[in-house]
């Protein structure tokens, strides 16, 4: 389905704005996709164009990733929580939710306060994580150093080696890409490791699937998280994406949206 239209829904009392990228039938209930960090709902199009199990696709372009508005000094937890809330109170009620990463936590997280039909959540990241980078990441941030930062994100919380990172910075158009994307970084991950977390995660959902990558199945960072999650959600059932890991979006975005069709199917 291509991008019908892009929402714009004020935030934060008027300090702030997220913006939403709908495909397909707007006035249709659909499902609504939650990017994590260093990732915005551009990121996401190719999934939203994939996906046909819904007759739309709301994906939700959080607050400090153009053009959605700033964090602001209050940015927590509960600002992506009421954030969220806002737009879906613009959109007709959802048929499903599905979060990747940061994004996972984030929907599972309103899930645990309100109603839902039916929530996926693709490695979704809990406390503690990537803690240790905060110091480099705030320093980082402080400087306004964003290759810095970007650089922290990917090595120390995301666990690329060496070699990773370096072919990753050589390919100019991807870093351009991701620099803006590491100015909220250390805010998101400072609120991702505040206390407190719950014991129980997505309680009010009427169906939970969680997601992991074939490559990063119980192994740190993404499957250790993603196993610390599964605790949490003694409800869910589980899923693996054949020969994929945190990226499956960007690297294999058909053969994700064909697993989401098949979990949509599955209701």
Do not use: C
């Not at 999934?47 to 607050?63: K, L």
């Not at 809990?126 to 110091?135: C, D, E, S, T, V």
């Not at 930062?149 to 060496?162: N, P």
Request: no cysteine; glycine share 8%.
């Amino acid at each position: 389905m291509e991008q019908t239209i892009q929402k714009k829904v004020r935030v934060d009392g008027g300090d702030s704005w997220v913006t939403a990228d709908v495909y397909g039938q707007p006035d249709a209930p659909g499902l609504v996709v939650i990017p994590g960090a260093l990732s915005d709902a551009h990121a996401w199009r190719h999934v939203a164009t994939t996906v046909t199990a819904w007759p739309s696709v709301t994906v939700v372009n959080r607050r400090g990733r153009t053009p959605s508005g700033p964090l602001t000094d209050t940015y927590s937890l509960r600002t992506e929580l009421e954030d969220l809330y806002a737009v879906l109170g613009e959109i007709p009620a959802p048929q499903a939710l599905f979060g990747w990463s940061y994004g996972g936590l984030i929907a599972l997280l309103a899930a645990g306060e309100r109603p839902l039909r039916h929530v996926i959540a693709y490695e979704p990241v809990i406390r503690p994580f990537g803690g240790n980078a905060l110091p480099a990441l705030k320093a980082a941030t402080d400087a306004a150093d964003w290759d810095a930062a970007l650089e922290t994100v990917l090595r120390q919380v995301a666990g690329l080696d060496s070699a990773q990172a370096e072919t990753l910075r050589a390919d100019h158009a991807a870093w351009a890409a991701l620099r803006p994307l590491s100015r909220p970084a250390y805010a998101e991950l400072a609120a991702l490791n505040t206390p407190p977390t719950p014991d129980e995660l997505a309680r009010r959902a009427a169906r939970v699937d969680l997601i992991v990558g074939e490559r990063n199945a119980g192994t740190a960072p993404y499957g250790t998280a993603y196993d610390d999650v599964r605790k949490r959600v003694p409800h869910a059932a589980a899923h693996t994406l054949p020969g994929q890991g945190h990226l499956a979006h960007l690297e294999a975005p058909a053969r994700l949206a064909r697993l989401l069709d098949e979990l949509a199917g599955a209701r």
